[in-house]
């Protein structure tokens, strides 16, 4: 860690890194949730078998699996092609995304704004075109949309 730089901000930069390694050879990714252990998801269809630990890209051959298939030093000028990586993402299993959208329309659950946010009341949805929310767990989002449907809003699992 450089010298009077945080956690936060080794965290920041480390995830910067992470996400211009695969921009940067043409792969369409965003991180989502805890910052410390993000999720990378791509092309907005799948979570990579993949995880970072300090400034290395670590890809497992399953989702959860100890058994490394891949490494990868996330480092500023990498010599890494698009090959490369994609071929540590083909020899993986990688877990499928569930989004939520509005039947008919290309807007989907961005998230959740709030009459009272201060208390939580009132949530109603959210929905854009970008960044949309993503689930792993098939079961909470149909269970999700059934609660949303009876708000009468028409949607449909993607």
Not at 52 to 62: E, G, Q, S
Not at 101 to 126: A, F
């Amino acid at each position: 860690m450089a010298r009077n730089e945080s956690l936060d901000e080794l965290v920041l930069r480390r995830n910067k890194r992470l996400l211009s390694f695969f921009i940067s050879n043409g792969f369409n990714v965003r991180i989502v949730g805890d910052e410390q252990k993000p999720a990378i998801i791509l092309e907005e269809t799948s979570v990579l078998s993949c995880y970072v630990k300090n400034f290395d890209l670590i890809f497992t051959k399953a989702p959860f699996s100890d058994e490394i298939v891949r490494q990868f030093k996330l480092k500023h000028d990498s010599d890494v092609t698009s090959f490369d990586i994609q071929e540590a993402i083909d020899m993986c299993q990688h877990r499928p995304v569930y989004k939520i959208r509005l039947k008919g329309t290309s807007l989907y659950l961005t998230g959740y704004n709030y009459l009272n946010s201060e208390d939580g009341i009132g949530r109603y949805p959210v929905f854009a075109k970008h960044k949309p929310k993503v689930y792993f767990d098939i079961e909470y989002v149909e269970k999700l949309v059934v609660s949303l449907t009876e708000e009468e809003y028409d949607l449909e699992i993607v």
